[in-house]
């Protein structure tokens, strides 16, 4: 089956700090990777996303390359800023399997002054 | 566009009492898709509609729960007797595109049962 393994949380750093949120991924077929995030209040938005092997998905300063090699796709920000605190979930589809998400448990990101 | 909209955003019920979820996609998404995420752990598919048949519902816990989606517009998603673990967040999305790559999701119902 389908999963995704995402590190554990929460996560809190200083405003400017460098951001790394692992994430790995099994998948029967070959999946489209996702990060979503969940803003205090908010529903889940979607982030950003890649749909094949080497790509690099990109928003708001966030970016995450799709490691085939690897089965990775790990997130990253070269400088957080309070506005990011959020739970992060990594996710995957692969079509025609039901186009069904598979998400991660979630990393909630603290950024604190 | 409106969003996917759902309601209500909370709701605290007894164990034993029964409780309705409404889902109003986006005008014209085929398809919607129920997920619900329990304290702390991943957001899980609930089930599939095209339209308003169930394509999948191998993520529905039990029979306690029901989905429908009359007319293929808004859905309800029914749970009769709660239990304390269907306590979590219960999550709408829609989408048009036929990859699964392009869902917008609903701000959620926080379902509390005591």
């Known amino acids: 089956g389908n999963s995704v393994t995402q590190m554990e949380g929460p996560v809190t750093l200083s405003e400017e700090a460098f951001l790394t949120i692992n994430c790995t991924y099994t998948?029967?077929?070959?999946?489209?990777l996702f990060w979503y995030v969940q803003y205090p209040g908010e529903g889940l938005q979607l982030l950003l996303k890649?749909?094949?092997?080497?790509d690099k998905g990109s928003n708001k300063g966030f970016e995450a390359t799709y490691r085939k090699e690897t089965t990775s796709f790990h997130l990253e920000k070269g400088s957080v800023q309070v506005s990011d605190s959020a739970v992060y979930f990594c996710?995957?589809?692969?079509?025609?399997?039901?186009?069904?998400?598979?998400f991660g448990t979630g990393t909630q990101l603290k950024v604190e002054l | 566009e409106a969003g996917v909209t759902q309601f209500p955003s909370h709701s605290v019920i007894e164990k034993g009492q029964t409780v309705t979820l409404r889902c109003d996609p986006i005008?014209?998404?085929?398809?919607l898709y129920w997920y619900r995420r329990v304290m702390g752990k991943e957001i899980k598919f609930l089930l599939h509609?095209?339209?308003?048949?169930?394509?999948?519902e191998s993520g529905m816990p039990n029979n306690r729960f029901l989905a429908e989606r009359t007319g293929g517009t808004y859905s309800t998603l029914k749970v009769q007797p709660a239990e304390l673990e269907d306590s979590g967040v219960y999550f709408c999305?829609?989408?048009?595109?036929?990859?699964?790559?392009?869902?917008?999701f609903g701000s959620g119902t926080r379902l509390t049962v005591v």
């Open positions: 005008s014209g998404h085929d398809n």
């Open positions: 996710a995957l589809v692969v079509t025609g399997g039901g186009n069904k998400l598979t």
């Open positions: 509609f095209v339209k308003e048949s169930k394509q999948d």
């Open positions: 999305a829609s989408s048009q595109d036929v990859t699964g790559t392009r869902y917008t």
């Open positions: 890649a749909t094949k092997a080497d």
């Open positions: 998948a029967t077929g070959y999946p489209s």
